[in-house]
């Protein structure tokens, strides 16, 4: 049975989302969307006030103190979340995102010793390494061929390993105090299985952020550029088995959400757009009538409150499915790609709707704009996942299958 009918907890922690996205993200990220300096405009104070209300620790198993929520829970607060700012959820969503691996990969010893500094430090952020100068798209649909994707390394030296590279592009590059690297083991073997995940805290030897990416939208957040020159990781630090961290990875990422996450994330910032226009809808009068009182204008609406509701099913569909065995691992994709088209497609329609009021800075709607771009390439470009899920098409149907035609085979035949 599908249900859509929240459980009373994620009603509570929406509840929560909404309060703490309207009354601290919205104010913080006004003043930050403006700051010039990428480096200067993270403001620490959005997240040490999560912390308090439960917000940044919301994968953590409860037997560590988390929330232990579910992705389907994920998607309801981090849409609400970027709902106040899509930068600043990003920054909770990765934390997310890095806490269910710990908690899904590490053994019971790595568990013990990461999750409680991770709970307990209202100010600890996670990041996820994986793209590189030289590998994009290629860590994202990985190819047989040896040199492509991954390049940074890591050499096992007596009980340590010694990691050297680059990534760049890295959400909470420069803020988070734990990283999950992703790192060649086997530099003569594809990535599929020459891959190892470990995880380094931000004050290893060797490790430094060297750029502070100026970025058109999430502007509330930092992506960086880390590089590692020597970077000693003891044996404890590794996750996973050796060259098994992309199956492992990838696995866990669908299975628990990482390209809903994205999905739902970019999903708060349509919403925002759709509720900013609604009210301006019927303040703004044009034509001896509110600009709502035009037909034409009430179809617009319509039409971006269709795409936003198409998304949040889809999404949520694919969430609960989550759990299920026969999961269909295309939707995970899929969802993704439609709810940030969707969201792009939203708030050009709500630019159009404002007239140049909505191209004027002073108002809100071109920062959504901005921000709601930013999904059509991060958590993989739509393009390369969409070809990735077209991968899990169905086998066609055969002779004797109920759904089979006739008349097909004959067309194609070009009878
Ligand atoms: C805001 C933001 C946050 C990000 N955060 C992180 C993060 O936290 N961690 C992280 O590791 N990365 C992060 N990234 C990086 C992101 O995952 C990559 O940008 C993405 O995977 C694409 O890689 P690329 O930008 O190098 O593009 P490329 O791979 O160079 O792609 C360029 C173009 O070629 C197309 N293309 C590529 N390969 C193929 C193919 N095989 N067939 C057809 N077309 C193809 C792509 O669709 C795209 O249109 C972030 C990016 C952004 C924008």
């Known amino acids: ?144 061929n040896p ?17 050297n590279g680059t990534k760049r592009y890295i959400s909470n590059g420069g803020l988070a105090k734990v990283y999950q690297i992703a790192a060649r083991t086997d530099k003569d073997n594809p990535m599929m299985n020459s891959l190892t995940a470990f995880l380094v805290p931000s004050d290893a030897k060797g490790f430094e952020v060297t750029e502070v990416w ?74 001896s009538v509110p600009l709502l009182g035009h037909q034409l204008q009430q179809i617009r609406l319509a039409r971006m409150a269709m795409k936003i509701e198409a998304s949040r099913s889809y999404l949520w569909r694919t969430a609960w499915s989550t759990q299920l065995e026969e999961m269909d691992r295309k939707n995970a994709m899929l969802s993704k790609v439609f709810a940030s088209e969707s969201a792009v497609q939203v708030c050009q329609e709500a630019m159009e709707f404002w007239g140049a009021a909505g191209y004027m800075r002073k108002n809100p709607i071109e920062k959504l704009m901005r921000d709601a771009l930013s999904f059509l390439h991060s958590d993989g470009t739509n393009d390369v996942l969409t070809l990735k899920a077209a991968g899990f098409l169905e086998d066609p149907p055969q002779v004797d299958d109920l759904v089979y035609s006739p008349r097909v085979t004959e067309a194609a035949a070009g009878r």
Request: glycine fraction near 8%; charged fraction near 25%.
């Open 214 to 287: 100026d970025k058109l939208g999430q502007r509330c957040v930092q992506n960086g550029t880390l590089e590692f020159h020597d970077v000693e990781v003891p044996e404890e630090d590794q996750i996973g088995e050796v060259g098994q961290a992309l199956p492992a990875l990838a696995n866990l990422f669908i299975r628990h959400g990482s390209n809903i996450q994205a999905g739902a994330t970019v999903l708060g910032v349509a919403q925002r757009a759709y509720d900013l226009s609604l009210q301006y809808g019927h303040a703004r009068i044009q034509g």
């Open 1 to 144: 049975m599908v249900d859509f009918q929240l459980t009373p907890r994620q009603m509570e922690l929406r509840d929560i989302a909404k309060r703490f996205a309207t009354e601290v993200m919205i104010p913080a990220a006004e003043v930050a969307d403006r700051i010039e300096d990428p480096e200067a405009s993270f403001n620490w104070e959005v997240i040490r006030e999560g912390s308090k209300r439960g917000l940044r620790t919301l994968t953590v198993p409860r037997e560590y103190g988390g929330e232990g929520a579910d992705v389907l829970s994920c998607a309801i607060v981090g849409e609400t979340l970027a709902y106040g700012d899509l930068g600043l959820a990003v920054a909770f969503d990765q934390t997310w995102k890095i806490m269910t691996s710990i908690a899904n990969m590490a053994n019971d010893e790595q568990k013990n010793r990461w999750l409680p500094k991770i709970m307990d430090d209202d100010e600890c952020i996670l990041a996820t390494a994986w793209t590189e100068p030289m590998a994009g798209s290629d860590n994202v649909w990985p190819n047989q």
């Open 147 to 163: 040199g492509a994707g991954i390049q940074s390394y890591a050499e096992k030296k007596g009980d340590r390993w010694v990691l």
